[in-house]
């Protein structure tokens, strides 16, 4: 199993960055395909961002393609979601999830953090 803890959610204006971070315990981080997902009021929880276990193959929901980067770093056991131009339709708490995967799963993740909210202004 592995824990996830999500932080570095805040407050934010529009066309700003924000960078999330999610620090996993254990380890085995590096068996495990990260996801960012995010939920926004009265919306469903969907897929922002894959990267798979070595962090050479990521994917991206094409609303946030061009502005978010996902990234990983195995010593750390961190996975990180840099958020550039920030739009209010951001708005959202993001979710930190693992697979035990070697592949790049897109919405089938068994492994949650708590999430942390990220509120953009206009």
């Known amino acids: 199993q592995v824990q996830l803890v999500e932080s570095g959610g805040g407050l934010v204006q529009a066309g700003g960055s924000l960078r999330l971070s999610c620090a996993a315990s254990?380890?085995?981080?590096?068996?495990?395909?990260m996801g960012w997902f995010r939920q926004a009021p009265g919306k469903e929880r969907d897929i922002v961002a894959a990267?798979?276990?070595?962090?050479?193959?990521?994917n991206y929901a094409s609303s946030v393609k061009g502005r978010f980067t996902i990234s990983r770093d195995n010593a750390k056991n961190t996975v990180y979601l840099q958020m550039n131009s920030l739009k209010p339709e951001d708005t959202a708490v993001y979710y930190c999830?693992?697979?035990?995967?070697?592949?790049?799963?897109?919405?089938?993740?068994?492994?949650w953090g708590q999430g942390t909210q990220v509120t953009v202004s206009s």
């Open positions: 990267i798979n276990w070595s962090g050479d193959r990521t």
């Open positions: 999830a693992a697979q035990l995967d070697k592949g790049l799963p897109w919405r089938k993740y068994d492994y």
């Open positions: 254990g380890r085995t981080f590096s068996s495990y395909a």
